[in-house]
């Protein structure tokens, strides 16, 4: 099973970007389909998107065209860009690996979170 | 989008007890159920997907059931380690969904 460990800034203002990026080790990254979900302090889980194997992302609408999730299979890495940050925003980020069989599909791969607290 | 909502949303039980939490969709989502653990300041923790499979690593004394809307999680006998945060999540469609959480604590 693969590990995952992510990175990027924790603080950022009203406006900015928010810009996350997520590294795989130990495992078969290509057979992932690698996600971004996020929980904001004290409540529960939102899906933001994932990239698939053949590259082609999908994104929850609640998000609008805010959001850009990317990967480079050289380096066993995916990235998640969000622009225009609202206090809405305010989270702790995972990324997640998820897998399918013939019928189920799971997320059985977090990483460890990054909190990202957007603040004037 | 698909709404998942659960219940209890908290429950207070003892080490041994056997509890049960319910999660329902908004429309049939077949078997494609996950449930999650998450203890605080951790990232949840796949216990069971496809509503009935067990995850590899995960105990017996776990079991998911349901099709369709309704679904359940049942610890048949309480451990210390298994209290947390229980959500369920469905895979039928995206935008992926997750319950709102059943917070399971010690009586």
């Known amino acids: 099973q693969v590990q995952l460990q992510q990175w990027g800034a924790g603080l950022l203002k009203p406006s900015e970007t928010l810009s996350l990026t997520c590294a795989a080790f130990?495992?078969?990254?290509?057979?992932?389909?690698l996600n971004w979900i996020r929980q904001p302090p004290g409540k529960g889980l939102e899906w933001i998107g994932e990239?698939?194997?053949?590259?082609?992302?999908t994104y929850n609408p609640s998000l609008g065209s805010r959001v850009t999730i990317s990967k480079d299979t050289s380096k066993n890495q995916f990235s998640l860009k969000i622009a225009s940050v609202t206090a809405a925003d305010t989270a702790v980020y995972y990324c997640?690996?998820?897998?399918?069989?013939?019928?189920?599909?799971?997320?059985?791969?977090w990483g460890q979170g990054t909190l990202v607290t957007v603040s004037s | 989008d698909i709404q998942m909502t659960q219940s209890p949303s908290s429950l207070s039980a003892s080490v041994g007890d056997r509890i049960t939490i319910t999660c329902r969709a908004s429309?049939?989502?077949?078997?494609?159920l996950n449930w999650y653990q998450q203890k605080p300041g951790k990232a949840p923790n796949l216990l069971i997907y496809?509503?009935?499979r067990l995850q590899t690593g995960v105990p017996s004394t776990f079991s998911g059931g349901g099709s369709g809307t309704d679904f359940t999680l049942t610890i048949s006998s309480l451990q210390p380690e298994d209290f947390a945060t229980y959500y369920c999540?469905?895979?039928?469609?995206?935008?992926?969904?997750f319950g709102p959480g059943t917070k399971v604590e010690i009586k």
């Open positions: 990239i698939n194997h053949s590259g082609r992302p």
């Open positions: 130990g495992g078969s990254f290509s057979s992932y389909y």
């Open positions: 997640v690996g998820g897998r399918s069989d013939s019928n189920w599909y799971w997320f059985d791969a």
């Open positions: 429309q049939s989502i077949s078997s494609y």
């Open positions: 999540q469905q895979s039928y469609n995206s935008p992926y969904t």
């Open positions: 496809g509503a009935s």
